[in-house]
């Protein structure tokens, strides 16, 4: 098991223009399919990442985007968010991540992910 995340030294809140039909949106190389759970986290909340990671295993450079309506609907509060993102395995897991960032209306491009298959 373990846990990767960008921590602030203090709680701070997203700006409006970033959270208008905001998501998170990253890069990454998975090399190695998640073996058990994981979990993608903003703030106080995580959703289910396991089924998005095992799909991106072996296929190269691909980039995430996750609406920020996700992480509100399990308790995110995008006025005091302290750990803008988080990554946690219970098993074994190869993944590189890089971009990270918080871009105002990309949650509703095409390829963002949908909120239901991240639970």
Known sequence: PARLEAHAGKPAA????ATADGALVFDTIVSAAPAAGVTLGMGTA???AGALFRSLAGKGKQSVKIPLACFTAKGADLASIDTPFAVASEGAFSAAFANIQVVGGAAKDKDAQACDAMK
């Open 14 to 17: 997203l700006p409006s223009f």
């Open 46 to 48: 995580s959703l289910d």
